[in-house]
């Protein structure tokens, strides 16, 4: 099904709040195999979204639509949406009942005139109950096609509340589930997470597999510091597709299995987290270049605490010293940002904590480069020290990037996927 995503509201236009819900659908549509063509925002403008509703039918049969179902008068999705479709909004008992019952249970006082709006829906609409707000959702079929003014069946609009907390909700729960009636084949689908590959090659490597695709399909994302890729394929029933995407993992995982950490679209830091909490594995770390991000990282992880020990910031040469036991004599001649300085923190870090695995990270993180003893040493060189069961290795980055976000971002994911390369050996 070919659709496009639509958000409405004019402080998306003037910038007051990010459009992530934009974001969500359109990953949300892809992993359910629909076909999204088009990004559109439009402002709280009555005849430039019929306007568009019709222009984008032209190419579409389905319009996502978020926001522009609020209580004030700006909030004109409904009306000009049954407008669109030949329609008009009557009160809906349902909605009036759970929008009471909502007042009842928030203590309101009274429901102001205004807030009595949202339950007003399309006659023709298939409602959708909002148990995380006041809005409710709808979808509505048949919009009247521009050249004979008539319904066309074939054509869907389903619209959300804005806000993404509710808009997720009523994703999940109502909408889905709606739209995946209109498929007859059964999808199944595995998002493959890696590290260490970039796109490019990611995709050079899998040419023999994507050029031949038909069912399954392959499909690769990049974003900072790693690439994933979607398999997919629609049978006639669930069993059968999941089999086939399996089978296609299979031979994926024979051309860039070392890279693959995870086939449930999982997080690298959450996949770390919860090996080290399976294992037993204590951990510490010392950083000096992430100034704390990998720590931050770690405690997102429920449960962590039985494993994590502890997390220092070790950003000056004295503190690398004085907390790690670091050589001042190695810091002269080698540089702060060095694998050997690595390497001694993470020993260092051991001999304090007793942990079973201690990391380190120190280098260059920019901007500019940055130079020790008339030594010039290049933004975007960071080590990390790794330390576990009494041996150490340093894994070293060179970036090339005078980009300070970017740099940190990647040796901060760069120390999960050491540890997960050296806990998993």
């Given amino acids: 099904m070919r659709c496009a995503i639509l958000t409405i509201g004019t402080e998306i236009l003037f910038g007051q709040i990010a459009n992530t819900n934009t974001v969500y659908l359109t990953r949300e549509l892809n992993n359910l195999g629909f076909d999204v063509l088009y990004h559109h925002t439009v402002g709280d403008n009555a005849h430039r979204l019929k306007e568009l509703i019709q222009e984008i039918y032209k190419d579409c049969d389905l319009i996502v639509c978020t926001g522009g179902l609020g209580p004030t008068e700006d909030d004109l999705t409904k009306e000009t949406i049954a407008e669109a479709f030949g329609d008009r909004l009557e009160m809906h008992q349902e909605s009036l009942t759970q929008l009471e019952a909502f007042a009842k249970r928030r203590g309101w006082k009274e429901i102001t005139p205004n807030n009595y709006k949202q339950a007003m829906m399309p006659t023709r609409a298939t409602v959708f109950q909002n148990d995380v707000g006041t809005a409710p959702a709808f979808a509505l079929t048949g919009i009247n096609h521009p050249s004979n003014n008539l319904p066309d069946e074939s054509k869907i609009i389903v619209t959300m509340p804005g806000p993404p907390r509710e808009m997720m909700w009523m994703w999940n729960n109502r909408i889905k589930p709606y739209l995946l009636s209109f498929s007859d084949k059964a999808l199944s689908y595995k998002i493959i997470r890696t590290f260490g590959i970039g796109e490019s090659k990611l995709e050079t490597v899998l040419l023999p597999l994507i050029d031949d695709q038909t069912d399954p399909t392959i499909a690769t994302y990049a974003k900072e510091g790693e690439s994933s890729l979607r398999i997919a394929s629609q049978r006639q029933s669930k069993e059968e597709a999941d089999v086939a995407v399996d089978e296609m993992l299979s031979k994926v995982r ?37 100034g ?14 039985a494993v994590f020990d502890r997390g220092l910031v070790t950003y000056s040469n004295q503190a690398k010293i004085e907390e790690l036991g670091v ?36 280098g260059v993180a920019g901007p500019g480069n940055s130079s020790w ?12 020290g790794v330390y576990f069961d009494g041996n150490v290795h340093v894994k070293e980055l060179h970036t090339g990037r005078d980009d300070r976000g970017v740099n940190r971002n990647t040796c901060m994911l760069t120390m999960f996927n050491e540890i997960r390369k050296v806990i998993s050996d």
């Fill in 254 to 290: 024979e051309i860039i299995g070392e890279y693959i950490y995870s086939t449930s679209d999982e997080e690298l830091h959450e996949v770390v987290g919860r090996a080290l909490i399976e294992k037993n594995i204590s951990i510490s770390v010392c950083e000096s270049c992430t």
């Fill in 292 to 305: 704390g991000m990998f720590a931050a990282k770690l405690v997102e992880i429920p449960g962590i605490s």
């Fill in 327 to 362: 050589s001042e004599a190695l810091i002269n001649e080698y540089s702060p940002e060095s694998p050997e300085v690595a390497e001694a923190m993470a020993r260092g870090l051991a001999e304090k904590t007793g942990s079973r695995l201690c990391i380190s990270s120190t």
């Fill in 373 to 384: 003893n008339n030594r010039l040493i290049p933004v975007g060189d960071m080590f990390i």
